[in-house]
């Protein structure tokens, strides 16, 4: 018997300006203001996944095809036990509205008979690497036992080249404590990239970098890296990511005090050139948005983070954005507007608070644009959740009203 208990419904409401989805022609007059209101919230099945897995966090998606793609961080295995970085899976059941069947073992077929492997797929150096600090030791080797791992972050759909892209972020764990790998809470950040899954080969690869940087590419246990994009404390799109007219556009240098993240935007045909992309500084006279060649003068515009990240996307019946993420150590899933990417970003609202949990706490809270329903006001939420290792799954529905 499947339970859908309802929450308790979040009687707040976000202003959105609903203007075009590109900046307003100066001296036209300013568009309605309207609000972005929840009406209720449900707590539905967790997502019914393969067999094999005993629980695995993250876990966003992008829609591709009539299906919906999936890419996890850190997944735990059953029968043969096992622990991987990060995993893939798709599925075709696409009405979410009872539960989501997402059983595949990979992130191309719905093949679910035997356990997912790892997505990502460690290069010769870093396997090179491993196996010469692997147990036994020599005395006083600081990389004893270092494993790398790779976790996956936004995920966008890039249809123009058949392909799903995803950022991840690179660490090293393992090696003894006080030492450049030590594993400490999560790990050692080494740098961000990107990856893609080509749609129509199947081949999964990291995507290297064109006029890298050597301070970050080289940086690296292993001696090189020519994936990296970003340094670690540097990186663009360690919070959201969203196509918009053929741009993608990536939110990272996140701070969590301040609840708001910095942004840059690049052409999806170019996101391996690190000269080609640019990075918001703040807007013109005109409102139009000013881009700058050098990352260090990005300025925050607003856009909050939660815990592993958080989903902004376009909601047609919006004509604006919505940016949604649950709260660091609270449960909370927030969520707030803009008319564009780069804002301006309304006061983050609560929109349902998770199950109580006594280990850590709920987190990883990302939306699914591709079940939304009514133009994007009914979505799709799941987070993870430690108590019992699930990917929980909520609907909330929005409603529009005019002030």
Known sequence: MRIRPTLAVVGTAVALTTAAATPATAGTAAPPVRTLGVTTTAQLPPLRQNAHVIGRDNGQSAGYAGRSVWIFDDTMLRNPDDFLAN????????????????????????????????????????????????????????????LFADWPGPVVADPARHRIIFSYGKLCRGAPDGTPCASGFVGTALGTGFAELDMRTHKVSRITVEHPDPAVIGAQPEGSDPTLM??????????????????????????????????????????????????YTGTAGDGAPVWSTDPDRAVPVGAGNGAAGSTIQYVPALHGYLNTFMGFYDNVGRYQTAPEPWGPWTTPKAMFTGLPTDQLWDYAMFAHPEYSRRGGLTQYF??????????????????????
């Open 87 to 146: 995993t893939g899976a798709v599925t075709s059941d696409l009405d979410a509205a009872d539960g989501i069947d997402l059983e595949s073992n990979n992130p191309f077929t719905e093949d679910s008979s035997t356990a997912p492997k790892q997505l990502l797929p460690l290069t010769d150096a870093e396997r090179r690497f491993q196996d010469a600090h692997a147990a036994p030791c020599a005395t006083g080797d600081q990389y004893c036992g270092t």
């Open 230 to 279: 970003f340094a670690p404390g540097k990186e663009f799109a360690s919070g959201s990511m969203v196509l918009k007219d053929g741009m993608i556009y990536t939110y990272g240098r996140c701070d969590t005090t301040a609840n708001s993240c910095a942004l840059a935007r690049v052409p999806a045909a170019r996101i391996q050139d690190r000269l080609a992309w640019r990075y």
């Open 382 to 403: 799941t987070y993870y959740r430690p108590q019992d290792t699930s990917q929980q799954l909520v609907r909330v529905d929005f409603d529009l009203a005019k002030n």
